[in-house]
């Protein structure tokens, strides 16, 4: 069965900081991985996806991640980050036969002070 | 255009009670999926749709909960004899298709509370 963690439950950051948000997923064949953000009050969206190609995703608001298959990783980054980046950051993996069926991981609480 | 609505926005209901939840979902999308958030916790996938056809039901807790949709369209929920352990945030999303990069859009969610 496919699983996902992240390692990191709940992030504070000042402006301008780096962020890297750590996701692992456990599946042995082609996956297609997925970070989606929840801002204060609205609705889970995309941030970026990465289903073929190019391991290196970029997203919308500066956001980044790199898939690295040996290391069955999809860390999420921003150089730079701002005080309307603070969310909850939910990584999902898609697998194999389970085309329907997305697992998320536990979330991360990402605060940045302004 | 319209995004994936759900209702009720939130629902109290007694222990032993059976609720409906229900989502609709962007127009022209085939495939449709339940989560179910439960506090300081991830998603958990509960069942989702291609069409009417519901592929994978495996989520689903226990045979308490069932979920059908009609004319590829609308989605219940449906919960019978709820227990407290069904409190969480009932997430429903969309998309256009079921293949596995398909970006799912996400409703509000209805949050369900068992006393």
């Known amino acids: 069965a496919q699983s996902v963690s992240q390692h990191n439950h709940h992030v504070i950051l000042s402006e301008a900081a780096s962020l890297e948000l750590g996701c692992n997923y456990s599946?042995?064949?082609?996956?297609?991985l997925f970070w989606y953000v929840q801002y204060p009050g609205q609705h889970l969206q995309l941030l970026l996806k990465?289903?073929?190609?190019?391991?290196l995703v970029k997203g919308i608001k500066g956001f980044e991640a790199e898939f690295i298959k040996s290391k069955f990783s999809f860390n999420l980054r921003k150089p730079s980050v701002q005080w309307s980046d603070t969310a909850e950051y939910f990584c999902?993996?898609?697998?194999?036969?389970?085309?329907?069926?997305?697992?998320f991981g536990d979330g991360t609480t990402l605060t940045v002070k302004p | 255009g319209a995004g994936v609505s759900q209702s009720p926005s939130n629902k109290v209901t007694e222990k032993g009670k059976d609720v409906e939840l229900r989502c609709d979902p962007i127009?022209?999308?085939?495939?449709l999926y339940w989560y179910r958030q439960s506090l300081g916790q991830g998603l958990e996938f509960l069942i989702y749709?291609?069409?009417?056809?519901?592929?994978?039901k495996s989520g689903l807790p226990s045979d308490r909960f069932s979920a059908e949709r009609t004319g590829g369209s609308v989605s219940t929920l449906t919960i019978q004899r709820t227990q407290q352990e069904d409190s969480a945030v009932y997430l429903c999303?969309?998309?256009?298709?079921?293949?596995?990069?398909?970006?799912?859009?996400f409703g509000p969610g209805t949050r369900l509370l068992v006393l």
């Open positions: 999303a969309s998309s256009l298709g079921d293949r596995g990069w398909e970006t799912q859009y």
């Open positions: 599946y042995g064949g082609t996956v297609n």
């Open positions: 990465y289903f073929s190609g190019d391991p």
């Open positions: 999902a993996v898609n697998a194999g036969s389970n085309a329907g069926k997305s697992t």
């Open positions: 127009s022209g999308h085939t495939a």
């Open positions: 749709f291609q069409g009417n056809s519901a592929p994978d």
